[in-house]
């Protein structure tokens, strides 16, 4: 067994925001900043700024101007896991050194854990330390900020997660959706189409009914990362952080909803969702980096309680270009590991890698598949099912397909790839009316959305031609081997670059496609 495994081993799984925070002090990735900052924008430009650094820390107001009486006394963190691979791999629970390929193929595989949550009693709950019902609720003593100057107003919990539980079938989901604080006991909830909640809604609105709605506003990062993805409709999220974690999530039935809240959370808000209440919101600094579009409606939770420990952090996720969208890293990781699962669990073989890259729209907007072809068509099937697969039909605009000597996350490779591998004439096709958002800036005009279209790129040398198909500039192992070995001696800098192809791979790809004369086709005898 490795080092990095072993390490993974020894460390108990996070137990909470306040347990992640320590792991990440630890690591140098987290900066305090005790001087009074303001609310409005200023948080948001630190964000933004910060994350652009590298490394690029994870930051935490503890001085909210005009917050300083209030009894709540919350906290503010921004840039929770940014562009950071190392925070990522933390929240993973794995070690902060892990390879980002391999982080993927790690979590993908912990995605195929399912552990059901665990009811703890109130009283063992630190998110009831303290409560407001009632009169008492006053979202005002919240230091909710503003992101962008244009926003329609503050938005609360862009770091968080929303509870709802499907009417019919009653399994609970865990989504990450914006809220817009809309008075002092009201906040709206935008919800693209499709997503579960909206589905939700939707379905007990059409029943008549109200329905009970939850959200944590200071969260453990990993349920953040779970809530972002699209999950089966009949299996709550939290069985999927357990699953990554090893052991069950703790949570706690709400005090006025039968909803299962994070026992753990810093701040979780309950209310209520009447049929066909709706309210203006937006619009919203959102994650391809515009703007979204002000909605002509939103559903209304009516806060029913607002829990929380003392001195609450708040997790906050400016969305925005790259590297400052909070989504970017994280969701480039969790994605592209959902996507890989996908393929795995329909029987799609030599898949090598999946990456979502972080700077195509927050993570959304391209996927890269890496795989060893073995048969007519693989390439091509792949492309189609990582294009409309649950992980990645979302949003994605550019599916990409490159040979296993390829790594997917080296954007170099993969354009080097494309140049010299793919035939734009026969290698691009295009879906139609497929799942977008209503948040894409290119479909024009607005009333176009949510509908889309995606690219399927077939940039792997030609299956049929493999045996002729001109041979790669690649070293020699043994060479590679010799220089590595040498690197300190003969004075180089850094780390030795890792290489993906080498000569004898070449040799044994071209027997594994069975050897053929030069100028048959695989297959011919």
Not at 464 to 493: C, M, N
Request: aromatic share 8%.
């Amino acid at each position: 067994m490795n080092k990095i495994v072993d390490s993974a081993l020894n460390k108990a799984p996070v137990q909470d925001l306040r347990e992640w925070l320590d792991r990440v002090e630890k690591i140098g990735e987290l900066v305090q900043v005790n001087k009074s900052v303001d609310r409005d924008e200023e948080m948001s430009a630190i964000s933004y700024l910060m994350a652009k650094q590298n490394p690029s820390p994870a930051v935490l107001f503890d001085n909210i101007a005009g917050f300083e009486k209030s009894p709540i006394g919350a906290r503010s963190l921004w840039n929770i896991l940014g562009p950071s691979i190392k925070r990522i791999a933390l929240t993973l629970e794995e070690p902060a050194d892990t390879p980002t390929v391999e982080l993927i193929r790690r979590c993908k595989e912990k995605l195929k854990q399912r552990i059901v949550p665990r009811e703890v009693q109130a009283a063992q709950a630190p998110v009831f330390e303290n409560s407001l019902l009632g009169s008492q609720i006053d979202l005002d003593l919240l230091p909710i900020p503003r992101h962008w100057p244009l926003d329609g107003g503050r938005y609360a919990g862009t770091g968080d997660i929303v509870i709802t539980r499907d009417p019919d079938s009653g399994y609970i989901n865990l989504g990450t959706y914006r809220m817009m604080q809309q008075g002092k006991a009201e906040s709206g909830l935008y919800l693209s189409p499709g997503k579960d909640a909206r589905l939700h809604i939707t379905r007990a609105w059409q029943q008549g009914k109200s329905i009970e709605v939850a959200a944590a506003w200071g969260i453990d990062p990993l349920f953040m990362m779970v809530g972002s993805q699209t999950f089966p409709k009949n299996v709550s999220e939290y069985e999927f952080a357990g699953g990554i974690k090893g052991q069950p999530i703790p949570v706690v039935r709400g005090k006025t909803t039968d909803l299962l809240l994070p026992a753990n959370a810093e701040l979780v808000i309950e209310g209520v969702i009447h049929p066909n209440s709706v309210r203006s919101e937006g619009p919203f600094g959102e994650f391809p980096g515009y703007y979204g579009r002000p909605e002509a409606g939103c559903p209304l939770v009516n806060v029913t309680a607002v829990h929380y420990r003392s001195r609450p952090i708040l997790t906050n996720a400016l969305m925005a270009d790259y590297p400052s969208c909070e989504q970017s890293g994280f969701f480039s990781v969790i994605r592209s590991a959902k996507i890989w699962d996908d393929l795995d669990k329909l029987g799609i073989p030599g898949i090598a890698g999946v990456y979502s890259h972080p700077a195509a729209a927050g993570g959304f907007g391209m996927t890269v598949i890496s795989l060893e072809q073995r048969y007519a068509g693989h390439a091509a099937q792949a492309l189609a099912l990582a294009a409309q697969g649950p992980g990645g039909a979302y949003y994605t605009k550019w599916i990409i397909a490159v040979d296993e000597d390829i790594d997917p996350t080296d954007m170099d490779q993969v354009i080097w790839a494309m140049a010299s591998r793919c035939n734009p004439t026969d290698d691009i096709d295009i879906l139609r009316n497929t799942w977008s958002t209503w948040l894409d800036p290119t479909q024009n005009p607005p009333e176009k959305r949510p509908y889309g279209s995606k690219a399927l790129i077939n940039a792997c040398k030609e299956h049929r031609h493999l045996p002729v198909f001109s041979k790669r500039t690649t070293l020699r192992k043994s060479i590679y081997d010799q220089v590595a070995s040498r690197w300190q001696e003969l004075g180089l800098p850094g780390q030795v670059p890792t290489v993906r192809a080498y000569e004898a791979d070449n040799k044994v790809l071209y027997h594994e496609v069975g050897g053929f004369e030069p100028g048959k086709q695989p297959g011919e005898a």
